[in-house]
Every structure is written in C-alpha cells, then in structure tokens.
C-alpha cells in the first residue's frame, strides 16, 4: 500500500484531520449502466430534498470548510468538491459522466459529504505527505487550469504537488489506463462517519469496478 503521511504543520492546524485510505487494483471503464441507475436515484431525491443553503449544514461539509479556514484558504472561494458537486446537483446540472471509477467516487462524496481524492497510484512516486500549499507552488487542476494552492491543503509526492479537496491533477487523473487506484476520503470530524464512507466505497468498487487486492487504512 502507498505510505501516506499527513505533515506536522498541517496536522497543527486541523488536529481532527484523518485519512481514509483505499488502494486496489480495478477495470477502469467509461459507461456502466447500472453505476448510473443508482447516481440518477441519489441525484434526483438530492435534488428535491436539499437546498443550496442547506449544503453548508452537512457535518462533514461544515468540519471541512472549518479546516480550510485552520489551512489559510477561503473556502466560499476555493470550493470544496463535496460542496461543489451538491451544488451542481441542486441546480439541477447532474454529476459529469466521466468514468465507472470517478463516478463511483463523486456518487459517495455526494452522499457522505466527503471530499474525495481518487489517483492513478501508477504515477504516484514514493511517500505522498499531506500538508499546506506554498506561494507560487505548481498545480494545474483537472479542468481548471493553473491553481493557487497557497494555504490549501495538499497531497505532494516525490514529484510535486497532485491533489487536493478542491481539485486532483492532471499527472494523477484516473484515465482509461488507470489500473492501480488510490482513493483517499478526507475528514475534518475525526473518524465520525468515515468507516460507513469507506464500506460504501469499496462496495461500490467491487461492484462495479471489478476491485481487487483491496486495501483500507485510517490515519
């Protein structure tokens, strides 16, 4: 399993920050019907059940927006991807089709209100630390581009930094070639709810990514 590491000055300033951590080998696929019979069931009750005023409520939601906060980053500027996804879901614009295992992934955020990190472990290199963006540290952001990570909480490697709650990378993305998965649910609250999170996950993965070899860790 990838060695995860969560850095001093981060762990100083959100001391409830745990790591939910799965590593496992899956089929990466870009359609999987019945993936989607379950995200349009859990989208449309979202949608009449929830209101955008309501997001911020959710404890693992609001537990992170207080993290940032403890990081250095606004969070109403730099959205969580939890919070992000729930709005998209509200207006009534529907989670994106990207593939069996990124949908899979958006499917439990949405449900937990989690954060959710998902890489292609295959361009990992070495011990990923979890810590805080530095001024003018290199990020560009799956569809957004150059990113400021100053003050946000990130995942680096041996390489650089590669994720983070608001955005994952584009080196790590989870493409058609993605066979080794690392997917890391983030929480500010401790543990309180992130067993039930990671169950789901690795539900849904052997389902419906044909998960092997699964590995789970809290840190």
Same mark, same amino acid.
């Given at each position: 399993?990838?060695?995860? +590491?969560? +850095?001093?000055?981060?762990?100083?300033?959100?001391?409830?920050?745990?790591?939910?951590?799965?590593?496992?080998?899956?089929?990466?696929?870009?359609?999987?019907?019945?993936?989607?019979?379950?995200?349009? +069931?859990?989208?449309?009750?979202?949608?009449?059940?929830?209101?955008?005023?309501?997001?911020?409520?959710?404890?693992?939601?609001?537990? @992170?927006?207080?993290?940032?906060?403890?990081?250095?980053?606004?969070?109403?500027?730099?959205?969580?991807?939890?919070?992000?996804?729930?709005?998209?879901?509200?207006?009534?614009?529907?989670?994106?089709?990207?593939?069996?295992?990124?949908?899979?992934?958006?499917?439990?955020?949405?449900?937990?209100?989690?954060?959710?990190?998902?890489?292609?472990?295959?361009?990992?290199?070495?011990t990923i630390r979890f810590g805080i963006g530095k001024k003018d540290e290199?990020?560009?952001?799956?569809?957004?581009?150059?990113? &400021?990570?100053?003050?946000?909480?990130?995942?680096?490697?041996?390489?650089?930094?590669?994720?983070?709650?608001? @955005?994952?990378?584009?080196?790590?993305?989870?493409?058609? &070639?993605?066979?080794?998965?690392?997917?890391?649910?983030?929480?500010?609250?401790?543990?309180?709810?992130?067993s039930e999170a990671m169950n789901l996950a690795s539900e849904?993965?052997?389902?419906?990514?044909?998960?092997?070899?699964?590995?789970?860790?809290?840190?």
């Open positions: 399993m990838t060695k995860i +590491e969560i +850095e001093p000055q981060l762990k100083l300033a959100c001391p409830t920050l745990r790591l939910g951590i799965i590593q496992c080998k899956i089929n990466t696929q870009e359609k999987c019907p019945e993936l989607w019979d379950i995200i349009n +069931e859990t989208t449309k009750k979202l949608q009449e059940e929830l209101a955008i005023d309501a997001i911020k409520d959710i404890p693992a939601i609001n537990s @992170s927006k207080k993290g940032y906060k403890a990081a250095g980053k606004d969070p109403s500027r730099y959205r969580l991807s939890a919070d992000s996804l729930l709005r998209r879901i509200v207006n009534g614009k529907g989670l994106y089709r990207i593939n069996n295992v990124v949908d899979l992934l958006n499917l439990v955020s949405i449900k937990t209100g989690f954060s959710i990190g998902g890489y292609n472990a295959a361009n990992v290199d070495g290199a990020y560009e952001g799956i569809g957004r581009g150059k990113l &400021n990570i100053e003050g946000l909480p990130i995942f680096r490697d041996d390489k650089g930094a590669f994720g983070s709650p608001t @955005s994952d990378s584009l080196r790590t993305q989870i493409n058609a &070639n993605c066979a080794e998965f690392l997917m890391v649910i983030i929480s500010f609250q401790e543990e309180i709810g992130l849904l993965l052997v389902t419906h990514a044909d998960a092997q070899e699964l590995q789970t860790k809290i840190i």
